[in-house]
């Protein structure tokens, strides 16, 4: 985990901030990929200390900030998805955000073409939250893992109709990751079966039979199962 400093208690938020500048700093050169800060507990000016760093960091995959007490964070953790492209997980859950500052961080999920699991549940997530969640998921083909949503007849919980859209785009990119891994092992198994030697037509001839031989064992196998 990330060496952190204690938190103070919520009142003193600047002297926080600033006990984090020397390990907060770290970030933008030590090579951590799962940092988790959760029940730390984190305040909103430290998570945005944080996010500072991450923007010029290239090595954490995975940010845990769930269990703190994070609220008004989710327009500027949307602008570090944004840019940041290492990202893959992000968990904010349990951290009592309102609806509009979730909003944000799921509206991240219109551009951001790395996220691929996304964890929000214990916020106050309404309705429209999710339902702008479908529609940013509609032109996203990364994102394969979402919180677990109720389903339910209350104002404040989700139509079936969303979720079963999630559900089907998750499973969508699921299955886009799940051949973009064969694609790539097709080219780690064609390769090396090739002479350096031989002229570029005959090689790229090669790896094109070896590779459909693979994908036509591959499907083979699928059916049987």
Not at 23 to 38: D, E, F, I, N, Q
Not at 87 to 107: A, C, G, K, Y
Request: with cysteine.
């Amino acid at each position: 985990p990330l060496p952190i400093a204690p938190s103070p208690p919520a009142s003193a938020v600047a002297t926080a901030v600033e006990l984090l500048q020397g390990p907060l700093a770290l970030m933008r050169t030590v090579h951590l990929s799962s940092p988790s800060l959760c029940r730390t507990p984190l305040l909103d000016g430290e998570a945005l200390l944080l996010f500072r760093a991450l923007y010029s960091n290239s090595s954490v995959t995975s940010l845990n900030l769930s269990n703190n007490s994070l609220k008004y964070i989710g327009e500027d953790l949307k602008h570090l998805l944004q840019y940041n492209t290492t990202i893959t997980s992000v968990d904010i859950s349990e951290n009592r955000m309102p609806t509009s500052q979730i909003r944000h961080v799921l509206e991240a999920m219109r551009t951001t073409h790395s996220v691929q699991r996304l964890f929000f549940a214990g916020n106050q997530c309404g309705a429209d939250a999710i339902s702008s969640l479908v529609s940013c998921m509609r032109m996203n083909y990364t994102l394969i893992e979402v919180s677990s949503l109720p389903i339910g007849r209350s104002s404040g919980w989700y139509s079936k109709e969303d979720l079963s859209k999630i559900a089907q785009y998750t499973a969508r990119n699921f299955e886009m990751s799940r051949r973009i891994r064969t694609e790539q092992q097709v080219v780690l198994l064609a390769t090396p079966h090739v002479d350096p030697q031989l002229p570029c037509e005959v090689a790229r001839m090669i790896c094109h039979c070896v590779a459909a031989a693979w994908i036509a064992q591959a499907l083979k196998e699928e059916a049987y199962c």
